[in-house]
């Protein structure tokens, strides 16, 4: 079902009307009715009951970390275990013969389904998350406007609107305009601007042998700026969307290609996705190297170890490949020489040095370039197999 199609149209529609006239168990069957139908629509009956059984087995890892919070990574473990099984990543070719290794279980919408599943495994097991009836944990999992793209909201947001606690938006008619105004410019984002930049954009299949290094980095260029565009237009309707039935999304998007350094980027882009890092794979990890011995005794080492543990799951979350891992291990290289820069201009000149330099116009017009080249550039190993990145290392 397309965005742009009628379906999803009269869908939006009639859930907010829905969602306006109705209260209790309806409102949420209603909702929850739409929500199915949507999901149905990209899965079939198959993708269906695979994510409906992976919804299940979150839901069980819930109960089980609310009689024991202290093993919480069992349930984590074992949720981990089932999607690298589901995504069939390349380590079990390793691990398992080829009879047991299957793909059909890879269904849209998993990834983003997997982190929100985790989220409430682990804030059940810490008390964050107290309370959840199945049918709305339900709800909270297939909810249609976060369901195939993101952005990854968290359960309490959510509560918090279902329940009336905190408004999508201001019941004003004039914040119901700004929501469809904002749901027209995603579709012009996605559908106009997008669909022009995609017939110049580096694709998997480009002819990486025979293309020249210049345009090779001007399709990848082309790539960032078309990938921002459908994204951030994917997630404009789905966010007006959300406001106009109640239950609003996070932002995810803030104008990346104006982000300053590496650091920076990751809060423009995706913001959703690298709050979720931050707080589930970065926080952890870094606390944990910081009882190390070895790594608590170098100032750096603890922060760039959890920073690289980070963006390795950020690129493997985002596919299954080399590539894909490289594109993580890359982002996460940025970001260590960011820091270390920033820790010896401090170390040799001071923190208000360090301020000043930024604060100047050429520094912050050089920044934000030296940022987007090298930030567009990472996107070659998103688009591009190990086959042809070869090639581009050869050429080199």
């Known amino acids: 079902m397309s965005l742009l199609s009628l379906d999803f149209i009269l869908l939006a529609l009639a859930t907010a009307l829905f969602m306006w006239t109705t209260r209790g168990k309806l409102r949420l069957i209603g909702f929850l009715a739409a929500s199915f139908f949507y999901a149905y629509s990209h899965l079939g009956a198959g993708g269906m009951a695979s994510t409906l059984a992976f919804c299940a087995a979150g839901f069980a890892c819930v109960l089980f970390v609310r009689r024991y919070p202290d093993r919480v990574w069992v349930a984590v473990t074992v949720l981990t275990v089932g999607f690298v099984y589901c995504h069939n990543y390349g380590?079990?070719?390793?691990?398992?013969?080829?009879?047991?290794?299957?793909?059909?279980?890879?269904?849209?919408?998993?990834?983003?389904?997997?982190?929100?599943?985790?989220?409430?495994?682990?804030?059940?097991?810490?008390?964050?998350?107290?309370?959840?009836?199945?049918?709305?944990?339900?709800?909270?999992?297939?909810?249609?406007?976060?369901?195939?793209?993101?952005?990854?909201?968290?359960?309490?947001?959510?509560?918090?609107?279902?329940?009336?606690?905190?408004?999508?938006?201001?019941?004003?008619?004039?914040?119901?305009?700004?929501?469809?105004?904002?749901?027209?410019?995603?579709?012009?984002?996605?559908f106009v601007v997008a669909e022009y930049l995609a017939a110049y954009a580096l694709t998997s299949d480009a002819p990486v042998a025979t293309i020249s290094l210049l345009d090779l980095q001007l399709a990848t260029y082309v790539f960032y700026v078309f990938l921002y565009f459908d994204f951030s237009g994917y997630c404009d309707i789905v966010i007006g969307v959300g406001c106009l039935i109640g239950v609003r999304p996070p932002e995810n998007f803030n104008l990346p290609f104006l982000a300053a350094n590496p650091s920076q980027y990751w809060l423009r882009v995706h913001r959703s996705l690298t709050v979720w890092l931050t707080d589930y794979v970065f926080n952890p990890t870094y606390a944990r190297a910081l009882r190390s011995r070895w790594l608590a005794s170098h100032p750096l080492a603890a922060p760039v170890f959890a920073t690289m543990v980070t963006m390795l799951v950020a690129g493997l979350w985002h596919g299954t490949t080399l590539s894909f891992m490289l594109f993580g291990l890359v982002h996460g290289l940025y970001l260590v020489v960011f820091r270390s820069y920033e820790y010896a201009v401090i170390k040799i000149w001071g923190r208000k040095a360090l301020t000043s330099l930024r604060a100047t116009r050429a520094w912050l017009v050089a920044s934000t370039i030296v940022t987007f080249h090298f930030t567009a550039s990472a996107y070659v190993f998103f688009v591009l197999d190990r086959a042809r990145l070869l090639l581009i290392l050869e050429k080199l």
């Not at 097991?125 to 199945?134: H, K, Q």
């Not at 309490?156 to 329940?163: A, G, I, K, V």
């Open 91 to 190: 380590v079990l070719q390793l691990l398992l013969p080829g009879g047991l290794r299957t793909s059909i279980l890879a269904t849209a919408g998993l990834s983003f389904l997997f982190f929100k599943i985790l989220h409430v495994v682990i804030d059940t097991a810490s008390g964050t998350v107290t309370r959840m009836s199945p049918w709305r944990y339900l709800c909270y999992c297939l909810n249609f406007t976060t369901f195939l793209l993101g952005p990854i909201q968290r359960y309490q947001h959510f509560e918090s609107q279902w329940d009336g606690k905190t408004e999508a938006i201001p019941a004003q008619f004039e914040a119901y305009l700004d929501a469809v105004n904002r749901v027209l410019r995603g579709m012009v984002k996605k």
